[in-house]
């Protein structure tokens, strides 16, 4: 991982009163309760970023922009995000869906939050949880698709097809692929004063100049 003190070694100068692409490179960091981070804008347009908010970690590079309101994030390499695999599909009584994973070596045992379609709306997705026992609990039979979210880093999973109408038990294997690699496409950062602001993991996350005051 991209250390978050490697990114704060050194202290970007302070800004102009006009924002440009040259004004704006240089390095940021986080100083809020229980997060850590750092992201540094290069002169020639690539980034570098780490971010540590409890138990979730991960850090990232690519290409940034500026257009005159927003600095954007393109990862580059795109990562290759966590997937999931469908092991088995048991059928259950009518209208019931459950879901278990195989997380491998990773200490997690909870089953995951879903995301499904619904027979009818292919593109609208709803977001259903599932309880301990890995029971989801359907706001309609008729579902066509079952995506697992990752916990914690929130991605979605590859659509699982189901039948409508039927239950289904599914089985799934987790592929972590490159978890804690972000993969940003043209992520937005909003310029805000002497810094950037970018909503995130359902937090509101500062990224202020280093060496700046508070």
């Not at 100083?31 to 979730?56: D, P």
Request: aromatic content about 8%; overall charge negative; proline content about 8%.
């Amino acid at each position: 991982m991209i250390g978050i003190a490697a990114l704060l070694t050194m202290a970007a100068p302070a800004a102009s009163h006009t924002p440009t692409t040259a004004n704006l490179a240089g390095l940021y960091e986080i100083r809020q309760m229980e997060m850590a981070g750092g992201l540094e804008l290069k002169r020639n347009g690539r980034f570098r970023y780490a971010f540590s908010y409890g138990a979730l970690d991960e850090e990232g590079e690519g290409k940034w922009r500026f257009d005159g309101k927003a600095v954007h994030l393109t990862s580059s390499p795109m990562p290759r995000e966590p997937d999931f695999v469908l092991v088995a599909d048991v059928p259950a009584p009518s209208c019931e869906l459950s879901i278990s994973v195989d997380w491998g070596k990773l200490d997690w045992s909870s089953a995951p939050n879903v995301l499904v379609t619904y027979q009818g709306a292919p593109k609208e997705l709803h977001f259903l949880q599932a309880d301990e026992a890995g029971k989801v609990h359907l706001e309609n039979c008729a579902v066509t698709s079952v995506m697992p979210i990752v916990p914690m880093y929130d991605v979605p999973g590859t659509p699982l097809k189901v039948v409508p109408g039927k239950g289904h038990k599914l089985s799934v294997r987790f592929q972590p692929n490159d978890i804690g690699k972000a993969a940003f496409r043209d992520e937005p950062l909003v310029l805000d004063g002497q810094g950037l602001v970018w909503q995130r993991y359902d937090a509101i996350i500062h990224f202020i100049r280093a060496g700046a005051r508070p």
